[in-house]
């Protein structure tokens, strides 16, 4: 990863999400995604409950789902998202931002890790998760090359070829050439080039928005 001694900074990642949600329309919800199994309905029920999950994580408070998190699903998700998602990533954001936050130890999904890389996951996790939703509802997707290098750092640590249950599937590698969130991308078991046939012609603008 960075510098251990230094510890990133969730905003730039929670604003690129924010700019992906709201060119999300209600027809896109059933939309496949790159996340195996899920459309894009289930991605936002899932980013919903991880928004929370982390933000606690940051606070030290008890972990909200210690047996692990539930199947994410369209029929659960909360139809005032778009100002539930924007919301709670700000308050991600802030939570992080307290230098406690990055100390100790700390708990999320019934996982248990030191709090400096607990806060690196939850940055992978709203990053990769930005561009699974960007790519499912065909929208161009921008991250600032420093969050990039942070979870570069993470993944290139924690992806293989086999996968690692939970977090990421079996990675693929790409040439050193490839440019870094491409590889990134791949170390998570997505491929790079993934797009959804029904996006096309679904970007900001288009029919339903």
Same mark, same amino acid.
């Not at 459309?39 to 029920?45: A, K, M, T, Y």
């Not at 539930?84 to 308050?91: G, M, N, T």
């Not at 939850?122 to 600032?144: C, F, K, P, S």
């Given at each position: 990863?960075?510098?251990?001694?230094?510890?990133?900074?969730?905003?730039?990642?929670? $604003?690129?999400?924010?700019?992906?949600?709201?060119?999300?329309?209600? %027809?896109?919800?059933?939309?496949?995604?790159?996340?195996?199994?899920?459309?894009?309905?289930?991605?936002?029920?899932?980013?919903?409950?991880?928004?929370? +999950?982390?933000?606690?994580?940051?606070?030290?408070?008890?972990?909200?789902?210690?047996?692990?998190?539930?199947?994410?699903?369209?029929?659960?998700?909360?139809?005032? !998202?778009?100002?539930?998602?924007?919301?709670?990533?700000? %308050?991600?954001? /802030? /939570?992080? $931002?307290?230098?406690?936050?990055?100390?100790?130890?700390?708990? +999320?999904?019934?996982? @248990? =890790?030191?709090?400096?890389?607990?806060?690196? @996951? /939850?940055?992978?996790?709203?990053?990769?998760? /930005?561009?699974?939703? *960007? $790519? *499912?509802?065909?929208?161009?997707?921008?991250?600032?090359?420093?969050?990039?290098?942070?979870?570069?750092? =993470?993944?290139?640590?924690?992806?293989?070829?086999?996968?690692?249950?939970?977090?990421?599937?079996?990675?693929?590698? =790409?040439? @050193?050439?490839?440019?870094?969130?491409?590889?990134?991308?791949?170390?998570?078991?997505?491929?790079? *080039? !993934?797009?959804?046939?029904?996006?096309?012609?679904? *970007?900001?603008?288009?029919?339903?928005?």
């Amino acid at each position: 990863m960075s510098d251990l001694n230094t510890s990133p900074d969730l905003e730039p990642a929670s $604003r690129a999400l924010t700019s992906v949600l709201l060119g999300v329309t209600d %027809h896109q919800l059933t939309l496949p995604t790159p996340c195996a199994g899920w459309v894009v309905g289930d991605l936002l029920d899932h980013l919903v409950g991880l928004t929370i +999950a982390f933000r606690i994580a940051a606070e030290k408070a008890p972990d909200a789902a210690p047996g692990g998190p539930g199947n994410p699903t369209v029929a659960n998700l909360d139809p005032e !998202w778009r100002t539930i998602l924007p919301a709670q990533l700000d %308050h991600l954001v /802030a /939570a992080w $931002r307290v230098p406690s936050a990055w100390t100790g130890d700390t708990a +999320a999904g019934g996982v @248990v =890790l030191p709090a400096q890389i607990m806060g690196v @996951v /939850a940055l992978n996790e709203v990053m990769i998760h /930005a561009w699974d939703l *960007a $790519r *499912a509802t065909g929208q161009t997707y921008d991250v600032d090359p420093q969050t990039v290098e942070w979870v570069h750092g =993470l993944v290139s640590q924690q992806g293989s070829s086999e996968g690692t249950p939970g977090l990421f599937g079996p990675s693929i590698t =790409l040439p @050193v050439e490839a440019a870094l969130l491409d590889r990134v991308i791949g170390l998570t078991g997505r491929d790079p *080039a !993934w797009t959804s046939p029904s996006a096309i012609g679904d *970007a900001r603008g288009g029919p339903g928005a």
